[in-house]
């Protein structure tokens, strides 16, 4: 059974950093396209960073672009996302997604609260 569990949520000050963590099990990791999407109160659910497969192509949101980074580790089957210098606009519940094909899993999310 596939499953995804995200770690690393908090609450974080203004211009601070958090490092998210989706552990992943149930399925081929190392194929899989993965992504991080983030759901604020009242917000639709949104894409944040993308990685490849392999780890060589990543994508990120023009809102993100430069201050998070995602990353993967193929052989502990986990994917991060690097946050740093955090706002409050930041503050949201991130989720960890896989998708190949007509495989497409969600982990449970994990909350991040950017505040004084």
């Known amino acids: 059974q596939a499953q995804l569990v995200e770690s690393g949520g908090g609450v974080v000050q203004p211009g601070g950093s958090l490092r998210l963590s989706c552990a992943a099990s149930?399925?081929?990791?190392?194929?899989?396209?993965m992504k991080w999407y983030r759901q604020a109160p009242g917000k639709e659910r949104e894409l944040v960073a993308a990685?490849?497969?392999?780890?060589?192509?990543?994508t990120y949101a023009d809102s993100v672009q430069g201050r998070f980074t995602i990353s993967r580790d193929n052989v502990l089957n986990r994917v991060y996302l690097q946050m740093s210098s955090l706002r409050a606009e930041d503050t949201a519940v991130y989720y960890c997604?896989?998708?190949?094909?007509?495989?497409?899993?969600w982990g449970q999310g994990t909350q991040v609260t950017v505040s004084s």
């Open positions: 997604n896989a998708l190949r094909g007509m495989g497409n899993y």
């Open positions: 149930g399925f081929p990791f190392s194929l899989y396209f």
């Open positions: 990685i490849s497969s392999g780890g060589g192509t990543t």
